[in-house]
């Protein structure tokens, strides 16, 4: 499962990357590193881009990014 | 003892870096290229306890691993000016990202000092932050500060200055020697140091941002929202731009006439007189009086929205439309800028770091209009609506007018987008991150300074060095005949068919060519163009503006497609050369004719609907 496919609210922990080059290099800058904590916040009509709560922040992915990163979905709050 | 030293300043975007730097060295700033790449960076200077310390502002970055232009010239410049002292700006309500790039700093040069800003926003957030445990953690001095506050900043000057003289010694604490440090180890460290020092951060999704974002980021009200804000802003600039508009023009209209009489007492002759006082004076004040009292209004306005952190919602909400258009997302972010100042906008694609979606939005951008254009539709949008719409209120009705044009001008980017990444500029759009900071109110009296100095001084006093001289050829050209007729209606003769063509006249095209060198004087331009053939009238406020367009020939239709025409043309001279700097010369003619074929077109079928 990626970060796109988490609803709206949902928490998922970070489990690695399948982004190549500066896109990964960049993801990782940003702490998607694997056992982050993330969370979907917002999301634009048709799911991208939405934006994401990242160690602090709220970063905003189009969904073809998004599904670059994978996760594992949680059901409470982390 | 040093008597200068170099210092650099360097942190994550939106930490108050540049809050920061503004406090630190007032308004002793200028930019400068620096070793490295061609990025400029600010720079300034301030004097502490008998040192002269030159501080750098490095771009904002989340890290200095050189997977950008910003990150390669903020890690260029600590390593080839080695600067004696780096000072990392860290956000205290968001440490692990803070700590992620400090610790790269660390790993870089130990002359170094953490500036733990926003602490009066950790307060509130009762975050708890022991400071000295962090100094202890990372091995360097750290300084809270509260720099909208200007709270602890005596106390950064004191530690910069002690690590430059070597009278303290940081001593950081790396990673261990066998680890690699790589995204996940810092992190991992960060995150280690954060839990030490800090209390639990609030839950994502809770206070006053998130609820507010919860309305401007929602699908359905956001980009409704986004409207009404801009039409709310627009009101305030018709309204409130109009009555000093008028004392201004009152004022001049009184200058005029006492330099006639100084001139007349000086014994000038009319050869002297009048081109001095009909086209320099009045091309020059109309100018003023027209552009000052909007941008006065527009420019604080926009800064208090980009200040509160406005601009990336703005991005996030139109995102879905420039994918579709196979454009990068910060291309809503420069197109923002257009409305400011085309060349502005140019200059802001560079942080699209694609090369190919970078030359979309620089070809596209002068589709929206910029502020020298404002003036033309609000004017021609308040004649075209009382003549279409006369029971309408004044104000609410160019309101209207002018946010049509707004949205027809980004409608036409994003056809136009779609257009070049579907022909000329083929590929694979690459990808785009946008972090959606918390909102913070803005420095109502900081950004009322600053916007007034950066931006409406300095594109009123472009307009100003742009329309004297250009007022005085156009009054040239209005008054030396040949055969009778002066040269500037030879000129809109010949120009006349294509003119009415387009739903508009020789004259009016003839005013857009001379006003290559800025927008801003197209009307004035137009004025001594129709008034060249007729006696000279005082042109003190709409009404007598609209009797005059009237008595040329116009009609409604004539109105909507100046506007048109306003908004799709090519882009002023300023604008043209920055493109030539920023894409190349050859990228110069495509980005003219781009927005002049949209106009013709529009203009051309508009003149046939109508006329059948």
């Given at each position: 499962m990626t970060l796109a496919d988490l609803t709206r609210g949902q928490w998922g922990l970070v489990q690695g990357l399948s982004a190549q080059g500066t896109l990964r290099q960049r993801l990782l800058d940003?702490?998607?590193?694997?056992?982050?904590?993330?969370?979907?916040?917002?999301?634009?009509?048709?799911?991208?881009?939405?934006?994401?709560?990242?160690?602090?922040?709220?970063?905003?992915?189009?969904?073809?990014?998004?599904?670059?990163?994978?996760?594992?979905?949680?059901?409470?709050?982390? | 003892m040093k008597a200068a030293c170099l210092v650099a300043l360097a942190g994550n975007p939106n930490t108050g870096k540049s809050t920061i730097f503004n406090a630190l060295t007032g308004l002793k700033q200028h930019t400068g290229n620096w070793p490295g790449k061609t990025v400029e960076l600010k720079a300034g200077s301030f004097r502490h306890q008998g040192c002269t310390c030159q501080i750098v502002d490095l771009p904002g970055t989340y890290s200095l691993t050189a997977a950008s232009p910003e990150e390669e010239a903020a890690r260029d410049f600590l390593q080839l000016a080695q600067p004696d002292v780096v000072v990392v700006v860290a956000d205290a309500t968001c440490l692990q990202r803070s700590?992620?790039?400090?610790?790269?700093?660390?790993?870089?040069?130990?002359?170094?000092?953490?500036?733990?800003?926003?602490?009066?926003?950790?307060?509130?957030?009762?975050?708890?932050?022991?400071?000295?445990?962090?100094?202890?953690?990372?091995?360097?001095?750290?300084?809270?500060?509260?720099?909208?506050?200007?709270?602890?900043?005596?106390?950064?000057?004191?530690?910069?200055?002690?690590?430059?003289?070597?009278?303290?010694?940081?001593?950081?604490?790396?990673?261990?020697?066998?680890?690699?440090?790589?995204?996940s180890a810092l992190y991992r460290r960060a995150e280690q140091i954060a839990e030490r020092v800090a209390g639990a951060p609030a839950r994502p999704g809770t206070g006053f941002t998130a609820g507010l974002d919860r309305l401007v980021l929602s699908p359905r009200w956001g980009i409704p929202l986004m409207l009404a804000l801009l039409a709310g802003v627009l009101w305030l600039t018709i309204v409130g731009a109009g009555y000093p508009s008028q004392l201004l023009t009152e004022a001049f209209w009184h200058g005029e006439r006492l330099l006639s009489a100084l001139l007349a007492a000086l014994g000038a002759p009319p050869w002297l007189h009048d081109p001095l006082v009909l086209g320099l004076y009045r091309g020059l004040t109309w100018v003023v009086a027209v552009m000052l009292p909007p941008m006065a209004i527009f420019f604080p306005l926009f800064t208090l929205l980009e200040d509160f952190g406005f601009l990336p919602r703005i991005a996030f909400n139109l995102d879905?439309?420039?994918?579709?258009?196979?454009?990068?997302?910060?291309?809503?972010?420069?197109?923002?800028?257009?409305?400011?100042?085309?060349?502005?906008?140019?200059?802001?694609?560079?942080?699209?770091?694609?090369?190919?979606?970078r030359l979309v939005a620089i070809l596209t951008n002068n589709l929206v209009p910029c502020n020298g254009r404002f003036p033309i539709l609000i004017i021609m949008g308040t004649i075209a609506a009382s003549a279409a719409a006369p029971g309408l209120s004044g104000s609410l009705a160019s309101v209207l007018v002018v946010l049509a044009a707004l949205v027809l001008s980004v409608l036409a980017t994003l056809a136009a987008s779609r257009l070049l990444t579907g022909t000329l500029l083929k590929g694979e759009p690459s990808y785009f991150i946008l972090e959606l900071p918390p909102y913070r109110w803005p420095k109502v009296g900081t950004v009322l300074v600053r916007s007034f100095l950066d931006r409406t001084l300095a594109v009123l006093w472009r307009a100003v060095i742009v329309a004297a001289p250009c007022g005085l050829l156009t009054w040239i050209l209005a008054n030396v005949s040949v055969s009778q007729t002066p040269l500037l209606a030879h000129l809109a003769r010949w120009l006349d068919p294509l003119g009415r063509a387009l739903g508009l006249?020789?004259?009016?095209?003839?005013?857009?060519?001379?006003?290559?060198?800025?927008?801003?004087?197209?009307?004035?331009?137009?004025?001594?163009?129709?008034?060249?053939?007729?006696?000279?009238?005082?042109?003190?406020?709409?009404?007598?503006?609209?009797?005059?367009?009237?008595?040329?020939?116009?009609?409604?239709?004539?109105?909507?497609?100046?506007?048109?025409?306003?908004l799709f043309h090519w882009p002023c001279a300023t604008t043209l050369l920055t493109i030539k700097r920023e894409a190349g010369a050859r990228w110069v003619l495509p980005a003219a004719l781009l927005p002049t074929a949209v106009g013709v077109l529009l203009c051309f079928l508009l003149a046939i609907i109508v006329k059948l």
């Open positions: 940003l702490g998607l590193v694997p056992g982050t904590p993330v969370q979907a916040l917002f999301a634009a009509k048709g799911g991208s881009p939405t934006a994401y709560y990242v160690r602090g922040s709220v970063f905003a992915l189009r969904g073809d990014t998004a599904s670059q990163v994978l996760v594992e979905p949680k059901e409470e709050a982390l | 700590l992620h790039l400090a610790l790269q700093v660390l790993h870089l040069t130990s002359q170094a000092v953490l500036c733990l800003n926003l602490m009066d926003e950790a307060r509130r957030q009762r975050l708890g932050l022991d400071v000295s445990r962090l100094e202890e953690e990372l091995g360097v001095p750290v300084i809270p500060t509260a720099a909208a506050r200007g709270e602890g900043l005596d106390a950064l000057k004191d530690a910069i200055v002690q690590v430059a003289q070597g009278q303290l010694k940081p001593a950081p604490k790396l990673l261990p020697p066998d680890t690699e440090p790589t995204a879905r439309l420039f994918q579709r258009s196979g454009a990068h997302g910060k291309q809503a972010l420069t197109m923002a800028m257009g409305f400011g100042c085309n060349a502005a906008g140019v200059v802001a694609a560079r942080i699209i770091d694609a090369p190919r979606e006249d020789g004259m009016i095209l003839l005013a857009f060519i001379l006003g290559l060198p800025a927008n801003e004087i197209v009307i004035p331009i137009l004025l001594m163009g129709y008034l060249s053939a007729n006696a000279l009238l005082e042109v003190q406020d709409l009404s007598a503006l609209k009797a005059i367009l009237t008595a040329n020939g116009w009609s409604w239709l004539t109105a909507l497609n100046f506007m048109v025409f306003a």
